[in-house]
């Protein structure tokens, strides 16, 4: 199982971003899959999550109405859409499997991750 993800760098605030998360190894339709990110000197933040179940989506509420979590099977591929970006969401993004197909199961693998900075 190979995690890579890109599209990560530096914008404005309130500027967007799109990043991208290509899997290798494994097919996105069946475990769960999302995004955590990590700050320096912060704790690892659970981003968003897209259910392998049902497709439902969920966002943590610091970027709830912002942040749009979405895959492409036949690319085999993980997105998240990042709009009206702050400071607060600078960080490493990480895209991740989870152990069974609900958002509320434990993370399984994760890739190196995309560093995302937002300053004016």
């Known amino acids: 199982v190979q995690l890579q993800a890109s599209g990560g760098g530096l914008v404005k605030p309130g500027g967007s971003l799109r990043l991208s998360c290509a899997a290798s190894?494994?097919?996105?339709?069946?475990?769960?899959l999302g995004w955590f990110r990590q700050a320096p000197g912060k704790q690892r933040e659970g981003v968003s999550c897209?259910?392998?179940?049902?497709?439902?989506?969920y966002y943590a509420d610091s970027v709830k109405g912002r942040f749009t979590i979405s895959k492409d099977t036949v690319k085999n591929t993980l997105y998240l859409q990042m709009n009206s970006l702050t400071p607060d969401d600078t960080a490493v993004y990480h895209c991740?499997?989870?152990?069974?197909?609900?958002?509320?199961?434990?993370?399984?693998?994760w890739g190196q991750g995309t560093q995302v900075t937002v300053s004016s």
């Open positions: 897209i259910s392998g179940s049902d497709g439902s989506t």
């Open positions: 190894g494994f097919t996105l339709d069946q475990s769960a």
């Open positions: 991740a499997t989870f152990m069974g197909s609900s958002c509320l199961s434990l993370y399984d693998q």
